[in-house]
C-alpha cells in the first residue's frame, strides 16, 4: 500500500485560496488514482475530486467545480488541491486517498488536514 500525507491546511478568510498537498510513497505512484475527501463536523466523508493515473482525467463534486482544481506531479509522487473563492461551508477535514486503476475500494488513506473558512 502506498503511504500518504497531507499538508497545507489551515484557516482562512471567505473568498480566500489554499493549496493542499499529498505526498505519497512507493514508485508505481504514476499508476494509482488519487482523490481528495473531506468530513465536515457531525457530517459523513464525502467525495470532493479525483485525477487518474491512466491519462490523468479528473472529476469534481459540484459543490467545488470551478473553484478546486485537483492535479498531480507524478515526479515528485505529490497531488495538490487548488482551493479557491473558498466558503465556510467548505470548512472540514480534507483527506487525500489512493486506489489502484479499476478499483472500487480506496486502499490508503492520509491522516487528513483540517481546513477552516472563517471571517
Known amino acids: 500500500q502506498v503511504q500518504l500525507v497531507e499538508s497545507g491546511g489551515g484557516l482562512v478568510q471567505p473568498g480566500g485560496s489554499l493549496r493542499l498537498s499529498c505526498a505519497a510513497s512507493g514508485r508505481t505512484f504514476s499508476s494509482y488514482t488519487m482523490g481528495w475527501f473531506r468530513q465536515a463536523p457531525g457530517k459523513e466523508r464525502e467525495f470532493v475530486a479525483v485525477?487518474?493515473?491512466?491519462?490523468?482525467?479528473?472529476d469534481y463534486a459540484d459543490s467545488v467545480k470551478g473553484r478546486f482544481t485537483i492535479s498531480r506531479d507524478n515526479a515528485k509522487n505529490t497531488v495538490y488541491l487548488q482551493m479557491n473563492s473558498l466558503k465556510p461551508e467548505d470548512t472540514a477535514v480534507y483527506y487525500c486517498?489512493?486506489?489502484?486503476?479499476?478499483?472500487?475500494?480506496?486502499?490508503?488513506w492520509g491522516q487528513g488536514t483540517q481546513v477552516t473558512v472563517s471571517s
Open positions: 486517498a489512493a486506489k489502484v486503476l479499476g478499483a472500487v475500494k480506496w486502499a490508503s
Open positions: 485525477v487518474r493515473g491512466s491519462g490523468g482525467s479528473t
